[in-house]
Every structure is written in structure tokens, then in C-alpha cells.
């Protein structure tokens, strides 16, 4: 059996080897097939790696043109805590509305620190997101204290537009400032946003004002209030000429009506200043004015918005988010 096993193995080697040394021999016919069924294998497989690839670009290209960062800044007890916790219940993200320093036990959504609802003040940077006319916007709530201004610096550099808040009472102060400086410093597009129209002593024409001198912003307002402190009722809406009433319990329920005739006067003065002011600034619009031809309301806001993208305007909004009075407008603009 030993002898038999190593004959055996001694011819298999032998065989595999003078196989080895031969000249390998192929028909024509055969080898064009082979070639062709390798090159075709190749082609497809390179074929569908592509369309691939592509498919995955324009579907990222899609997500991103629907995705917004957004952070809110202001000068500490401006309301921007308040005003976050009012945009993630009227876009459905939160179902109940809870307020600063914890009063009712739970505390604002984004204040996650025990710390900080005991003093109702934002300590760290709080993220979260939010869907709005089939965009996804992520808001980053920063703090307010000069002393974690930092956390305010991190987070410009992620963002693609910011909301500062301003109070109607305080006005610009310091800290407004330094925020302002900041978001100019990493070239992050801005709107304004007027609170606290229901306290005593509101004057949000005073505040608009201060922004251009101490801010040095090209702004204008883009809605004017239906009354202020205890009669602040609503907002009128300057690029439709229509007046916001907020009913319901948490003001979600708006009632669009006519502008009341004791303030007509003062919001067709305040649009023709918007678009003034937009029309020093975006060639298109400045065209229309110019020609005397009738400004439509989505040309106003498409131009205020690529006037505000390119950093060359500062719209101004208004309302009071504790009071539950913030205009739809506000969001449309992420």
C-alpha cells in the first residue's frame, strides 16, 4: 500500500508539472468570448458604481438643501430660553409648554441642568431640532452670561443663520454687542428679534433704532405691533399687509384679518421703509422700486431674504414669546 501511494503521488506530480511546461493552447473563439464576458462583467460593475454614486450625491445634496443650523443669542434675560421653547411646540416638536426656572417643576426644554433651572439661566450650549415646512432645523440655544460666552462662540461656527434677541425694555446691551461682534466675526447671516412686547415701558421703534447706531445693522422691521404692554395684541405682518391675532391657550391658534385703521397709516410707512431699505441693497428689487411697479409679497420676501443671507440686511421681528405672541413669519424665514 506504501509503494502503491508514493507511484501514485510520483505520477500525479509528474502529470501536473509536464501539464505546466506545455504550451497552453486556446481557441480564438474561446478566448474572444472569455474577453468579451470579462469586459462586459467589468463595464456593468463599473456602470452601477456610478449611478450609484450619483444617486447618493443628489440625495445628500436634497437633505442638505433642507437642513438648517440656526442658534439664538442675546444679552442674558433677553427671553431666548422662552422664544426656543415657543418654537419647538408650534412646530410640533414638544406638545406641552414649560417655562424657565422651573416653576411647575419640569423647566424649559432646553435647560437640562438642575443649575440652571434653579437660576433660569442658560449655563451651556443646548441642542435640538425641529421640522417646519419639510426643512429640518437644528436650533443651538446658547447662553446669555457674559461669563459662558464661549459656548456662544463654539457654536457660530457650525451655524448657517442666527436669531439675536433683543429686549423692548433693556434694548442693546452689552452683552447684544458682543454676540453682534461674534456672529460678524464667522460671517453668520442674522435677524433680530424684538421681545418682551408686554412689559411696562416697550418701545420697540427705540430698540430698532439702537441697532442701527450701536450694532451698526441695515435693518428694518418687518412687522409692526397691534398695541403694546397690557393692549399688545398681535403683529402686522408688513410684507402681506395682514394682521396676526394669536388665540388659543398657547396663542397656536393665528386669525389672519384686515389691518386695524387706527395703525394703517403707520404700517404702509413702515413697509415703504423696508422696502427702501432692501432696495439699497438687492439690485432686483431696487429695479422694481425704481420703475414704480407694485411689490407682490413674495417678491418682498425673496428679496429681504437674499439681502439677509448675503449679510447685507438685518430684518427685524417682533412679539412677545412669553405671552405667546411670535409671528409665523419668524420660522418661515430658516
Known sequence: MARSARSYTTRLLYSLCSSSLKPQTQSSTAALLSGSFQLRHFSAGSAAAARLKEEKEAWWKESLQKLRNIGISAHIDSGKTTLTERVLYYTGR???????RGKDGVGAKMDSMDLEREKGITIQSAATYCSWKDYQVNIIDTPGHVDFTIEVERALRVLDGAV????????????????????????????????????MGAD????LNQARSKLR???AAVQVPIGLEDDFKGLVDLVTLKAHYFHGSNGEKIVIEDIPANIEALALEKRRELIEAVSEVDDKLAEAFLSDEPISPIDLEEAFRRATIARK??????????????????????
Open 94 to 100: 414638544i406638545h406641552e409648554i414649560h417655562e424657565v
Open 164 to 199: 439675536l434677541v433683543l429686549c423692548s425694555v433693556g434694548g442693546v446691551q452689552s452683552q447684544s454687542i458682543t454676540v453682534d461682534r461674534q456672529m460678524r466675526r464667522y460671517e453668520v447671516p442674522r435677524l433680530a428679534f424684538i421681545n418682551k412686547l408686554d412689559r
Open 204 to 207: 420697540p421703534w427705540k430698540v
Open 217 to 219: 445693522h441695515h435693518s
Open 313 to 334: 440686511f438685518v430684518p427685524v421681528f417682533m412679539g412677545s414669546a412669553f405671552k405667546n405672541k411670535v409671528g409665523s413669519l419668524l420660522l418661515s424665514i430658516f
